[in-house]
């Protein structure tokens, strides 16, 4: 089985911050784990994705994650935040020997960036 | 690309009407999925295919709901008989390789009265 927590259901953080935005997943062997972005009434948005390789991983509008195998976390960052991130954040995982392309997701973070 | 593409945007119904919700992939995409998402219990895989041969429909609720892929690029999610719990934003998916990223389209929002 596998399996994702986003442990906070809303982050706030003011403009021009540094942002952090937690993930735990879990998983049988290695994971294939992702981050997407959802905006009001659209669909989810790909982010950024850590397959193998270096544990820091750059995607796009100057986002990026860290993976931590000891930790079981890939926590999205951001070191300054704008008004316009503010949305509703995924965190997703699959096991690298899940035979199909099926993600399991996480129930979500709302990120508010103030002015 | 177009990206993928879901119809209609918005339905409402009465309990009990049939409801099919349409799906067109991003061309050359060999995965196709339908997820669910609610307040209450965020998004929710319903059923994938992978070169039109459904592949785990574990996800979809009971038999009210049904999902076909006819071809490469159409997919339908049938709900008969639709009840107000069904209500939800309907999403589609596509993706092309195993751990490539999934393409989402902007949904389906049902109604059920």
């Known amino acids: 089985a596998q399996s994702v927590a986003q442990p906070e259901d809303q982050v706030n953080v003011a403009e021009g911050n540094p942002l952090t935005v937690k993930c735990t997943y879990s998983?049988?062997?290695?994971?294939?784990l992702f981050w997407y972005v959802q905006y009001p009434n659209r669909g989810l948005q790909f982010l950024l994705k850590?397959?193998?390789?270096?544990?820091l991983v750059k995607g796009s509008y100057g986002f990026e994650a860290e993976f931590n195998k000891s930790q079981t976390s890939f926590h999205l960052k951001k070191p300054s935040a704008l008004v316009s991130d503010s949305a509703l954040y995924f965190c997703?995982?699959?096991?690298?020997?899940?035979?199909?392309?099926?993600?399991?997701f996480g129930g979500g973070t709302r990120l508010m960036v103030k002015p | 690309d177009a990206g993928v593409i879901q119809s209609p945007r918005h339905e409402v119904t009465e309990m009990g009407q049939e409801v099919t919700l349409r799906c067109k992939p991003i061309?050359?995409?060999?995965?196709l999925f339908w997820y669910r998402q609610t307040m209450m219990r965020g998004l929710e895989l319903l059923i994938y295919f992978n070169n039109n041969v459904p592949i785990d429909d574990s996800g979809m609720p009971e038999d009210r709901f049904s999902a076909k892929m006819p071809n490469a690029s159409f997919s339908t999610l049938k709900i008969q008989p639709s009840e107000p719990r069904d209500s939800a934003v309907y999403f589609c998916?596509?993706?092309?390789?195993?751990?490539?990223?999934?393409?989402f389209g902007n949904g389906t929002r049902l109604t059920v009265t």
């Open positions: 997703a995982v699959r096991a690298w020997n899940n035979a199909g392309n099926m993600l399991t």
């Open positions: 061309s050359g995409h060999d995965y």
């Open positions: 998916a596509s993706s092309g390789i195993s751990n490539s990223p999934l393409h």
């Open positions: 998983v049988s062997g290695n994971p294939y």
């Open positions: 850590y397959i193998t390789g270096d544990n």
